[in-house]
């Protein structure tokens, strides 16, 4: 009960901010049409119609509530109009991304970790990779793509592997060097070898470090399977959801679509972390 009353105090206060807003940015709309029509609004006849407006700036909870509703539980998941439909799409990228970036973030790690001259030419390149935008990179990569006959699933999939390999390396590399010199020399004093001494120190090691890069790197991964639908004109996927609502002034069906997104990251951060609880107690880590 003590865990939840601050949650509840934070959900109480965001969605106070939220309807607040929701007046301030719809009020001027409303006051414009009672101008043309001659009429003087009350107070709460001008709170309930900046709430109940078709294409509102800012909608309010309850419509976006009512929207996810109608798409979620009154469609069909396998219905082009579900936000479970489009939310699977995203998914697929998402995932497949993940473990893509996640592979080449461990294989970079291990190297750098390893290997000195791949420490100092690697490191610097993989750093130097995230200061390009997203935004200015997925066209290039689907164009790219798309010219060398490969299209659908695996080009969103590559720009989210793009920007979840990151986290990854740089979790590994830190915990693959978290052991101590102590614990290093004891391993050489037993004449490990560098297969033994990565097997039964550095990885095991480097567990929390890794689960802790995978939730950051499965976020940063629904982001670019996100941005991966925009440029392509996709018509399936919670990017299409939010550039097809961007461009008929639907920012209900925006809104809608971006709290879908934030549950899905929610819930594939939430079982990564289910996994790190069972490997870790599994390991005597917990």
Known sequence: MKNVIPVLTVVLAILLLWYGGAILLNKQWVLDQAARQDRVLTTPELIAETWAQDKPKLPAPHQVAVELWDTVAMKKPTSKRSLVYHAWVTMSATVLGFGLGTLLGFALAVGIVYNRVMDKSVMPWVIASQTIPILAIAPMIIVVLNAIGISGLLPKAMISMYLSFFPVVVGMVKGLRSP?????????TWSATRAQEFRRLRLPASMPYLFASMK????????????????????????????????????????????????????LVGLIGLIQRITLKRMGMA
């Open 216 to 267: 950051i790197a499965m976020a940063a991964s629904l982001v670019g399977a996100i941005v991966g639908e925009l440029p392509t004109g996709a018509v399936a996927g919670l990017g299409a959801r939010l550039l097809a609502g961007s461009y008929y002034g639907q920012t209900i069906q925006i809104w809608s679509a971006l709290l879908m997104a934030a549950a899905l990251a929610a819930a």
């Open 180 to 188: 101590d010199a102590m614990q290093l020399d004891q391993m050489r």
